[in-house]
Structures are given as C-alpha cells and as structure tokens.
C-alpha cells in the first residue's frame, strides 16, 4: 500500500475512535446532567414530565407542573453538542455552539413589565433590536457585557434585581426573555458553568429574583 493509502486507513481509524469515545462521553454526560438537574428542579416540587430527546447523549426535557411561588409551572430542556462527528463538531464549535440548558416558566402571576437581555455583541439579539415590534422597548443600564431592552414602567427596583441577578449568573446566561405571554419567562445559558455547583442553587437565585 501507498502513503495516501495508510493515511486513509490511519484517519479512518481515528474518526472511529473518536465517534466511539465522543458517544461515551456525550452519554456518561448526559446522565449526569439528567440527575443534576432533576436534584434541582425538585426542589421546586414534583418532577411531573421527563424524557430523553432522542437518547441520553443528546439531551432531556423536564417539568415540574405545579411548582412553588412565583413558579406556576417550569420546564427545563438541556441539549448537548452533537460531538460525535468531528469535523461538524469543529464547525459548530468554532460558531459558538456549546452544551445548553434553555428554562421555560409560566409565573403565578403575569408580570407587569417585559425585557429581554442579550449579550453585547450578538447577533440576534442586534436582530431583535432592529425589530418593529421592539419599537416601545428601550435600553437600559445593564452590566458589563449585556445589554437590556425594557417595556413598560421603569420599576427601578425590578431593574436591579435583574442586575443582581445577572452579576451572579452572568457567566452561563445568554439571553433572558420576559414577556406577559407564556412561557412568561425563558433562559438561555451555558451548561458548563452551571453545573460547577448544585442545581439548587441556579433554581433559589431564580426564584430569589422573580420574588418566590
């Protein structure tokens, strides 16, 4: 055989190695995180709905649908990266893609103001900004690396508990949403980070902030 042959042989081998060890990881992973976030979102009450998406690699979906104050119902969906095809995974990492955890909660009472906040220099967010119906939202103060769009009366306390809020969680948050329409409330974060410390935690900050 040639060179260009055993190059062939050599990097298919590798590519095998790596989906199969990437396959491990995605699910040794994405049993951990399962746990880790159903330790958390009991705290808030019964878990009433939980399935895979697809397989323990890839990700879950759970719910808790009678959950405590401000909380009436909370969702909780994580997806991890698709890693076990290297090069898409070198293409999605390199465009930001990371293992993500997206919350969904419909409040015990309809909130009387709506933002949204966005990390400063995103896309869709700048998207979102150049949005007609955005056109009564206005920007306000935000930390060091977000930004903040508000509709509605200026509560300048809630504004600073969503500051204080940020300060806390900024690492992992991505983009927070509150509107008067359920879900009332979505986030989106980075998974890493979070799961550094116990679920618990991330859920009594939250519930702390919306007044709970």
Same mark, same amino acid.
């Given at each position: 055989m040639d060179l260009g042959q055993w190059i062939v042989i050599i990097l298919s081998f590798f590519l095998a190695a790596w989906y199969l060890g990437a396959n491990i990881f995605n699910r040794r992973k994405g049993i951990t995180t399962y746990y880790w976030l159903r330790r958390g979102l009991e705290k808030l009450g019964k878990i009433t709905e939980a399935e895979w998406l697809g397989s323990s690699g890839s990700g879950a979906k759970l $719910?808790?649908?009678?959950?405590?104050?401000? %909380?009436?119902?909370?969702?909780?969906?994580?997806?991890?990266?698709?890693? &076990?095809?290297?090069?898409?995974?070198?293409?999605?990492?390199?465009?930001?893609?990371?293992?993500?955890?997206?919350?969904?909660?419909?409040?015990?009472?309809?909130?009387?103001?709506?933002?949204? $906040?966005?990390?400063?220099?995103?896309?869709? %967010?700048?998207?979102?900004?150049?949005?007609?119906?955005?056109?009564?939202? &206005?920007?306000?103060?935000?930390?060091?690396?977000?930004q903040i769009l508000w509709h509605g009366h200026k509560d300048e306390q809630r504004i600073e508990q969503l500051i204080a809020f940020l300060s806390q969680e900024g690492v992992s948050v991505q983009r927070i949403s509150m509107h008067r329409k359920i879900p009332h409330l979505v986030i989106n974060a980075r998974l890493k980070p979070l799961i550094d410390s116990p679920a618990e935690s991330f859920f009594t900050k939250l519930q702390a902030w919306l007044g709970g």
């Open positions: $719910v808790v649908g009678k959950a405590a104050k401000p %909380f009436g119902k909370i969702e909780a969906i994580y997806m991890l990266e698709t890693r &076990e095809i290297l090069p898409f995974w070198i293409v999605n990492h390199l465009r930001g893609k990371r293992d993500e955890i997206i919350v969904k909660a419909t409040l015990r009472s309809t909130p009387k103001q709506e933002f949204e $906040v966005g990390r400063t220099g995103d896309r869709q %967010f700048a998207s979102l900004q150049s949005d007609e119906t955005m056109d009564s939202f &206005e920007q306000v103060p935000a930390p060091e690396g977000f």
